[in-house]
């Protein structure tokens, strides 16, 4: 197990942050949005990119990558970053410890996690946890630039009040906004936390078949982007070529860092991040 780090050590200000805390919505305990501007002056990315954030304890720059859900067309106004707290982690406790106004360094974009251009098939976005970040950046880009796609936006929760971004993508469909259809699912049906849940139940990949028969997709009419764990990731991505979609036609990010299994990260206390595949 690696060290955890005494959040009263992180160092206030250093010659390497280049960006300060600006905002900070919290979910649950577990779950926030968190708000990081350049001091200076933003830089470009695409959406489905992601950034590094960090601070220097003891010499040493802590840091890990989020995928961004804000748009680029809003960076001036900072990068909004959905991030789940992992207990006995390196970097989210100490971020969870932040006040708003403390600095930071903040690198990037990386990533080839992103939408084709102009593509009119239907887009089915498919997340775990807080996997759906990118797909909520894409969403904003789009409504903002006038481009709609026909999209279903899929994402897999453990528990109902962990479903980040739900209210945004419910009012996108609700008002029209976008051309969207949410459906979240919930893996533990029996908990007490899910007692009033009627939606669909399940991970979010045992949902890809089910979903692809009633909406009528097919490898003809439909691409996928797949954003979450590696297991996930990996049973979708076998149903989907069991439907007979192309490689082509199954974009996938991995949501940790390269080299380390779910279980493995967890016990080394290494945080969920995006996978650099560069």
Not at 96 to 114: D, N, Q, S, T, V
Not at 230 to 235: A, H
């Amino acid at each position: 197990m690696l060290d955890v780090i005494d959040p009263g050590q992180v160092e206030a200000d250093a010659p390497q942050y280049n960006a300060t805390l600006v905002a900070r919505s919290d979910e649950t305990s577990s779950l926030a949005y968190f708000t990081i501007r350049f001091d200076g002056e933003p830089v470009p990315f695409e959406p489905g990119q992601y950034m590094t954030i960090g601070v220097l304890v003891g010499g040493r720059m802590v840091q890990r990558p989020y995928s961004v859900a804000s748009s680029p067309r809003t960076a001036a106004e900072g990068y909004e970053l959905y991030v789940r707290l992992v207990e006995g982690g390196l970097f989210t406790p100490l971020l969870w410890e932040l006040p708003l106004g403390h600095r930071m360094r903040m690198i990037g974009p990386k990533g080839k996690f992103m939408l084709q251009p102009n593509d009119q098939r239907t887009h089915l976005f498919i997340s775990s946890g807080t996997g759906n970040a990118p797909f909520v950046s894409m969403i904003r880009t789009l409504i903002i630039d006038g481009a709609s796609r026909p999209a279903l936006f899929l994402n897999g929760v453990s528990y109902q009040d962990e479903l980040g971004y739900r209210d945004l993508v419910e009012g996108w469909q609700r008002d029209g906004t976008f051309p969207v259809t949410y459906l979240p699912s919930v893996s533990r049906a029996a908990d007490p936390r899910n007692a009033d849940w009627t939606g669909r139940l399940g991970r979010v990949e045992a949902i890809v078949e089910p979903v692809c028969r009633e909406f009528g997709l097919t490898p003809d009419n439909a691409i996928a982007y797949i954003c979450g764990n590696p297991d996930m990731i990996l049973n979708a991505e076998a149903t989907f070529r069991a439907l007979g979609f192309a490689e082509e036609a199954i974009r996938k990010e991995l949501y940790w860092p390269k080299g380390k299994e779910p279980k493995l990260a967890a016990a080394e206390g290494i945080d969920p991040a995006v996978n650099d595949d560069e």
